[in-house]
């Protein structure tokens, strides 16, 4: 079940993120964005979303498009489709305009899957001591 997350569930969100991000930490040399993010007042801002306890997305909507913040599964719940229901969430809250999103070059997973789910690379950078690649799906 996807729901709008409260502040109880805060501490699930975190262990998310925690979990899904930890990995990249060696590869990047830092903490991954997300991990930083204050989720607390995203949460405050109804803009994040949690799928069965074990994924959560940060959905930040615009005049002409919709933003994907963030998109974390937790580890031991990846390869069992939660991916597929939250980009398919995204595409229905999007309601027809464009989805953007961003992801670590160092990601190749995240790469790769959201190619698949048909995003296009828009543009890479380093933004932020950050290298970027930027994604749309119109």
């Not at 615009?62 to 390869?79: F, R, Y």
Request: glycine share 8%; net charge neutral; proline share 5%.
């Amino acid at each position: 079940m996807i729901r709008l997350a409260t502040q109880g569930d805060l501490p699930a969100i975190q262990h998310i993120v925690r979990d899904a991000f930890s990995p990249y930490i060696v590869d990047i040399g830092r903490e991954p964005a997300p991990m930083t993010d204050d989720y607390a007042a995203l949460i405050n801002q109804g803009i994040v979303w949690l799928i069965d306890d074990c994924g959560v997305m940060v959905l930040k909507r615009h005049d002409d498009h919709l933003e994907v913040k963030t998109i974390a599964v937790s580890p031991a719940a990846q390869g069992q489709g939660y991916g597929r229901q939250i980009m398919q969430h995204c595409d229905d809250v999007a309601g027809g305009k464009p989805i953007r999103l961003l992801t670590n070059a160092k990601m190749i997973r995240n790469i790769r899957f959201y190619q698949a789910c048909g995003y296009r690379i828009t543009d890479k950078r380093s933004e932020d001591g950050f290298d970027r690649i930027y994604f749309e799906k119109p």
